[in-house]
Antibody
Framework: EVPVVESGGGLVQPGGSLRLSCAAS????????MHWVRQVPGKGLVWVSR????????NYADSVKGRFTISRDNAKSTLYLQMNSLTVEDTAVYYC??????????WGQGTLVTVSS | DIVMTQSPLSLPVTPGEPASISCRSS???????????FDWYVQKQGQSPQLLIY???MRASGVPDRFSGSGSGTDFTLKISRVEAEDVGVYYC?????????FGQGTKLEIK
């Protein structure tokens, strides 16, 4: 069983919106801080956002602050990333990450977001 | 932001030989609890990153013991005692002490 599976990526025009989801299974989702990290294909890793276990604390990279919103639904074991005002610079594979910096760090397989006209 | 600097960026290794990757942070990664919030990951071709080492020296579950992490403060090292063909990939260091979490540039390990 794969602990986290991302979905929701796709092609969107500049200025558009997209919501990514990350479905967790096989563990107690509500016990872990969760993250989003992105990677332009062929390039390095860039941390995007994190959320604490009950959703009351969120942090963002400056590049997405005010445009992206991270949230979670512990009843559904699902993490979200609402992305608004997208630009071509947001084109990347977006990974959902569990417990980054901890002993049970795990990354999903990622979902590709392409922002293009 | 904490800057993470890896070296080398390219690492050709003969199978069976050791390999070492260094990562330096622009400030100490020692947390008040006594741990260093520092990870090593490997990203194999077409895959997502996999955790190798957390807290600077603890091997993640299922990671072979030929991988070891060491270091403290701002200087950390990942060592592979005997490289195998399956170790090919890009190795990243990451700090998780403060947001934004930041990564090294990546070290591409290849087999000679």
């Amino acid at each position: 069983e794969v602990p986290v599976v991302e979905s929701g990526g796709g092609l969107v025009q500049p200025g558009g919106s997209l919501r990514l989801s990350c479905a967790a299974s096989g563990y107690t989702f509500s016990s872990y801080w969760m993250h989003w990290v992105r990677q332009v294909p062929g390039k390095g890793l860039v941390w995007v956002s994190r959320i604490n276990t009950d959703g009351t604390v969120t942090n963002y990279a400056d590049s997405v602050k005010g445009r992206f919103t991270i949230s979670r639904d512990n009843a559904k074991s699902t993490l979200y990333l609402q992305m608004n005002s997208l630009t071509v610079e947001d084109t990347a594979v977006y990974y959902c990450g569990r417990d980054l910096g901890g002993r049970e760090g795990y990354w999903g397989q990622g979902t590709l977001v392409t922002v293009s006209s | 932001d904490i800057v993470m600097t890896q070296s080398p960026l390219s690492l050709p290794v003969t199978p069976g030989e050791p390999a070492s990757i260094s990562c330096r942070s622009s400030q100490s990664l020692l947390h008040g609890r006594g741990n260093h919030f520092f990870d090593w990951y490997v990203q194999k071709q077409g895959q997502s990153p996999q955790l190798l080492i957390y807290w600077g020296f603890m091997r993640a579950s299922g990671v072979p013991d030929r991988f070891s992490g060491s270091g403290s403060g701002t200087d950390f090292t990942l060592k592979i005692s005997r490289v195998e063909a399956e170790d090919v990939g890009v190795y990243y260091c990451m700090q998780a002490l403060q947001t934004p979490y930041t990564f090294g540039q990546g070290t591409k390990l290849e087999i000679k």
